[in-house]
T-cell receptor, first 114, second 118 residues
Framework: SAVISQKPSRDICQRGTSLTIQCQVD?????MFWYRQQPGQSLTLIAT?????????ESGFVIDKFPISRPNLTFSTLTVSNMSPEDSSIYLC???????????FGPGTRLLVL | QKEVEQNSGPLSVPEGAIASLNCTYSDRVSQSFFWYRQYSGKSPELIMSIYSNGDKEDGRFTAQLNKASQYVSLLIRDSQPSDSATYLCAVRALSAKYSGGSNYKLTFGKGTLLTVNP
């Protein structure tokens, strides 16, 4: 499986500000995924990012709130914009396995919005 | 809305017992099924995958799939305290958001918290 790193690992932010989360993979991957895991909840897919195309967002998530970049095959960023306390969550990036059979997750970014 | 339901927890078993975790899914065209383990404060890690009906064994873990009943389960034999974690069922199916491609989406259940008591 790919080795995935995320930055920052955690942050405490003030409401109304924005935070950009970085996801780096040690190999080239076609698809990268961004998830949110709110306290005590399961994983919810925010969007899927293909290199060279616009990210595809799931219902309930919009580009203005969660802009995503995918400049190359090993890197992606997710920005959480105009944050409110409801955005406090763990944000995880993931990539598909080499055979496309499943997904492997990064360590996550723990965000607290005050 | 494609759904994945897991048996509500928390589940508590004594050390050495068999832990049984269950999952049902609503999308009949789902193709692949996975169990992830998530320790508190950590990200999910894949422990089992199953693609066809029947049982698949890997060490102390056995995944069972019944596509007709839209049911998948995970059995953990000889449970150890180190197995204490939240177990997430995930189902992979072709996403309706994509046309002309083969982009798949994982849908996760809410998870079952397992505690193995020494």
């Amino acid at each position: 499986s790919a080795v995935i790193s995320q930055k920052p690992s955690r942050d405490i932010c003030q409401r109304g500000t924005s935070l950009t989360i970085q996801c780096q993979v040690d190999s080239q991957v076609t698809m990268m995924f961004w998830y949110r895991q709110q306290p005590g909840q399961s994983l919810t897919l925010i969007a899927t990012a293909n290199q060279g195309s616009e990210a595809t967002y799931e219902s309930g998530f919009v580009i203005d709130k969660f802009p995503i970049s995918r400049p190359n095959l090993t890197f992606s960023t997710l920005t959480v914009s105009n944050m409110s306390p409801e955005d406090s969550s763990i944000y995880l990036c993931s990539v598909e396995g080499t055979r496309g059979e499943t997904q492997y997750f990064g360590p996550g970014t723990r965000l607290l919005v005050l | 809305q494609k759904e994945v339901e897991q048996n509500s927890g928390p589940l508590s078993v004594p050390e050495g017992a068999i832990a049984s975790l269950n999952c049902t899914y609503s999308d009949r065209v789902s193709q692949s099924f996975f169990w992830y383990r998530q320790y508190s404060g950590k990200s999910p890690e894949l422990i089992m995958s199953i693609y066809s009906n029947g049982d698949k064994e890997d060490g102390r873990f056995t995944a069972q799939l019944n596509k007709a009943s839209q049911y998948v389960s995970l059995l953990i034999r000889d449970s150890q305290p180190s197995d204490s974690a939240t177990y997430l069922c995930a189902v992979r199916a072709l996403s309706a958001k994509y046309s002309g491609g083969s982009n798949y989406k994982l849908t996760f259940g809410k998870g079952t918290l397992l505690t193995v008591n020494p």
